[in-house]
C-alpha cells in the first residue's frame, strides 16, 4: 500500500490540485457553476479510483455524489461522507497566495478547501483506488460526498430519509476533523452543535441627524450592543434563562482524561497572537471549546461604514449570532430560548426580531466499538503512536443525523491541524497529513474487516 501511495503521490497531489482550483463556494451563488463542476470532477474522480454507481444525486440544493464499491453481501460496509464545497474566501486581500490556486510552502498546501474538507475527503477517494489497485480492499464502501456542508447541509436530510436503503452501512467514517498535533495523533469522539441567529434592531423609522436627535431616541446599534453584552455575566457564563438546563455534566474522570492531553496554554497564545485566553470559568481552554456551549457574535453590522464620518443615529442594527451547543442540548430548544430571552430584554425604545438560520445538533461517538476499535489501531500502525480520544468543538450535523436516521455512528478520522487556518485566509493542509490520511484510511479498512470477524 505504501509503495503504490509513493509511486503516485505526484499525481495524487495534482488531481487534489485540480479540485483546489475550483471555486466551490456554496454561500456565494455566484460561484453556482463552479460549485456543479467540483461535484462533476469529484464524481468523476470516484469513478476512476474504481467506484461503481457513481451518479449526482439531485437535491433541491447542489447534488449529493454517490458511488460505492460492493463485493460482498456478508462482510459489512463503510459509509464515507466529505463534503467537495467551501467556506467563502473573503478577504482575499490577506492572502499570500490566491485562495483558487494551490500552492505548495513549507511543505503544505495552500488553498481554500486544502483541510476542509477537499484535502481530507479526497484522502478517501486515493485511499479507495490504492486498495483496488492492489486487489486489498477487504470490505463494502460507499460514498456520499455534499456540496452544501458549510451552509449548513439542508437539503440533506431529507436525501437521508429517501435514500436509507441506499445508504445502508455498519459505520460512517468522515475525515474532516483535527488532530491534536503530528506528534500526537489523536481521534475525535464529539462534536458540538449549533443554533445560528440573525438579530434585527429597530428604532426610529428612518435614519436620523445624530445631532438632532441624538440622546433622545434610542439608538439600535448602541441598543443592540447592550443587549448582546448582557447575555454573558462577568464568569463567562450565558445568561439565557434554562440555557444550560440540559448541558449534560460531564464526569470528573473524563475531565481528569481530557486533561492529560498535550496542551499547552503559552503556545495556543502565541499562535493566536494574544495575551490571555478568557472564557467560562472553572473550565480550563480545552473545556472550553470541546465540552461546554457557547455563545458568540460573528458579524454585526448598521450605521454609516463608509469613507470619512457620517453624522447618523440609524434606524437599523443587526448581528449574526452562534451557540454552539454540546449534549443534550438541542437546536431548536436553543434557538427558542435565545428568541424569548433576546425579546424580552428589548428595551421599549426598539423593536427586535430573530430569525433563525441552519442548526445542529451535537454528537459524541462512542469508544469502545469495533470501528472505533479499528481507527485506533489503524492510527497506531501507520503512525506508530498511540492515538488519543478528544472531543472537538466545531460541527458536523450528519452526524447526528445519520445516529437519528440511520441508526449507524460514526468514525471521525481526520488530520487537519489547527495551523491549518480553516475557514480563514491561507488555509493549508500538510503534505505529511495527506499522504500519511491515505495511508491510516488503508489500514482502518484492514482492521476494521478483521475486527468484524
Ligand atoms: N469541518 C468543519 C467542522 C469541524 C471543524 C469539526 C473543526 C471539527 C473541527 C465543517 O466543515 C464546518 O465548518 N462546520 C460548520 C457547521 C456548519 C453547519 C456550517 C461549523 O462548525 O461552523
Ligand atoms: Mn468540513
Ligand atoms: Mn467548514
Redesign the pocket.
Known amino acids: 500500500m505504501k509503495a503504490y501511495i509513493e509511486k503516485n503521490k505526484d499525481r495524487f497531489l495534482d488531481e487534489l490540485f485540480d479540485l483546489l482550483r475550483i471555486p466551490s463556494v456554496s454561500a456565494d451563488s455566484k460561484f453556482e457553476e463552479d460549485v456543479l463542476k467540483a461535484g462533476e470532477f469529484v464524481r468523476q474522480k470516484l469513478e476512476e479510483a474504481g467506484a461503481e454507481n457513481t451518479e449526482l444525486c439531485q437535491t433541491a440544493g447542489y447534488p449529493i455524489v454517490y458511488g460505492d464499491k460492493m463485493i460482498d453481501e456478508s462482510l459489512p460496509t463503510v459509509l464515507v461522507y466529505g ?1 467537495y464545497d467551501v ?1 467563502p474566501a473573503d478577504p482575499y486581500e490577506l492572502w499570500e497566495t490566491a485562495p483558487f490556486e494551490p500552492t505548495i510552502r513549507n511543505e503544505k498546501v495552500y488553498a481554500r478547501g486544502a ?3 477537499k484535502g ?1 475527503m479526497y484522502m478517501h477517494l486515493k485511499a479507495l483506488e490504492t486498495l483496488l489497485q492492489n486487489d486489498a480492499l477487504p470490505c463494502n464502501v460507499k460514498f456520499m460526498i455534499e456540496g452544501e ?5 439542508n437539503n440533506l436530510e431529507i436525501f437521508v430519509k429517501e435514500n436509507t436503503a441506499k445508504l445502508k452501512a455498519d459505520v460512517v467514517l468522515i475525515s ?3 488532530i491534536i498535533s503530528n506528534e500526537h495523533p489523536s481521534i ?1 469522539t464529539g ?2 452543535g ?1 443554533s ?1 441567529v440573525e438579530v434585527e434592531v429597530t428604532g426610529p423609522n428612518r435614519d436620523l441627524h445624530s445631532g438632532m436627535y441624538g440622546g433622545a431616541v434610542a439608538n439600535p446599534i448602541n441598543v443592540l450592543c447592550e443587549m448582546i453584552a448582557s447575555l454573558k455575566d462577568e464568569d463567562g457564563h450565558i445568561t439565557i434563562p434554562n440555557f444550560y438546563d440540559n448541558v449534560l455534566t460531564v464526569s470528573e474522570e473524563e475531565r481528569a482524561e481530557m486533561a492529560k492531553a498535550p496542551f499547552s496554554e503559552e503556545e495556543y497564545k502565541k499562535m493566536l497572537d494574544i495575551d490571555a485566553t478568557e472564557g467560562e470559568k472553572g473550565f480550563s481552554t480545552l473545556e472550553r471549546v470541546a465540552i461546554r456551549p457557547t455563545l458568540d457574535v460573528n458579524g454585526i453590522w448598521g450605521g454609516y461604514i463608509g469613507e470619512g464620518a457620517k453624522t447618523v443615529l440609524p434606524s437599523k442594527a443587526y448581528a449574526k449570532i ?1 451557540m ?1 451547543l454540546v449534549p443534550n442540548q438541542t437546536s431548536e430548544e436553543i434557538t427558542n430560548l435565545f428568541q424569548q430571552h433576546f425579546e424580552s430584554i428589548a428595551p421599549k425604545s426598539v423593536k427586535v426580531k430573530v430569525s433563525p438560520h ?3 445538533e451535537p454528537a459524541v461517538t462512542p469508544t469502545d466499538s469495533i470501528p472505533y476499535q479499528a481507527a485506533h489501531e489503524a492510527i497506531k500502525e501507520v503512525w506508530n503512536k498511540e492515538p488519543i480520544p478528544m472531543r ?6 450528519i452526524v447526528a443525523l445519520f445516529e437519528h436516521e440511520l441508526k449507524v455512528k460514526t468514525v ?1 478520522l ?1 488530520f ?1 491541524l489547527d495551523e491549518d487556518a ?2 480563514s485566509p491561507n488555509e493549508s493542509y500538510g503534505l505529511f497529513n495527506f499522504y500519511q490520511g491515505i495511508e491510516t484510511i488503508c489500514a482502518f479498512y484492514q482492521h476494521f474487516a478483521k475486527l468484524s470477524k
Open positions: 463534503h467556506q483541510a476542509d474538507d481530507q456542508e458549510e451552509i449548513g447541509s474532516d476533523t483535527g475525535t462534536l458540538r449549533l445560528y452562534s454552539r441552519h442548526g445542529g472537538e468543538g466545531g460541527s458536523i450535523p471521525l481526520g487537519g480553516i475557514h
